[in-house]
């Protein structure tokens, strides 16, 4: 019998999975030095994303879903993915939310990070694509607001299953649960 989100019972479908993936960045020499920080896969959390694998805000703090299904190489990337938006500055820290960026300055943020865990060799996309677009985050966004975003979003956008916000500082962790 498959566990219920916020159910009791056993283990969420994707906890052993999202373990591991921990596990593989702990083991990666580029990541096995820093610090994860801290993580909730808290059920009825409110910023636990309810599609996808992972969200991160602007305090570094990471929300997973473990009900999401996903290989233990597909979790270390997806989780490396959000870590690498936040340390390259796409979630700025403010005392109120910064207004979300456009579509193709996300999508282009995305390809950057895609990018680097690719060539870093950081556990695998959860996802197929083709080769990614080459420069940076601002030449493709400036590009794609003339030419739009290409057709086929799964080449270019954050299709790791991530979702990224700014949230406000607070002291304590930025965890709460839903309404």
């Given at each position: 019998m498959a566990a219920r989100r916020g159910g009791s019972g056993s283990a969420p479908p994707g906890a052993a999975a999202l373990l591991k993936g921990f596990e593989i960045l702990a083991k990666h020499p580029g990541f096995r030095h820093i610090k994860l920080g801290q993580r909730c896969a808290k059920p009825g959390c409110e910023r636990t994303p309810t599609r996808g694998l992972a969200s991160i805000?602007?305090?570094?703090?990471?929300?997973?879903?473990?009900w999401s299904r996903a290989e233990p190489a597909e979790w270390a990337w997806a989780i490396a993915h959000a870590r690498l938006h936040l340390g390259l500055g796409h979630i700025p820290a403010a005392a109120e939310p910064d207004p979300a960026p456009d579509?193709?300055?996300?999508?282009?943020?995305?390809?950057?990070?895609?990018?680097?865990?690719?060539?870093?060799k950081v556990g695998s996309a959860p996802f197929d694509h083709p080769v990614w677009p080459e420069g940076d985050e601002q030449a493709l966004a400036q590009l794609w607001r003339v030419a739009g975003i290409p057709p086929d979003p799964g080449?270019?956008?954050?299709?790791?299953?991530i979702s990224t916000r700014t949230s406000p500082r607070r002291t304590g962790p930025s965890?709460?649960?839903?309404s």
């Open positions: 805000n602007s305090n570094g703090f990471l929300h997973v879903n473990p579509a193709a300055l996300a999508a282009a943020r995305c390809v950057v990070v895609n990018r680097f865990l690719e060539g870093f080449s270019t956008t954050c299709r790791s299953r965890c709460s649960p839903r």
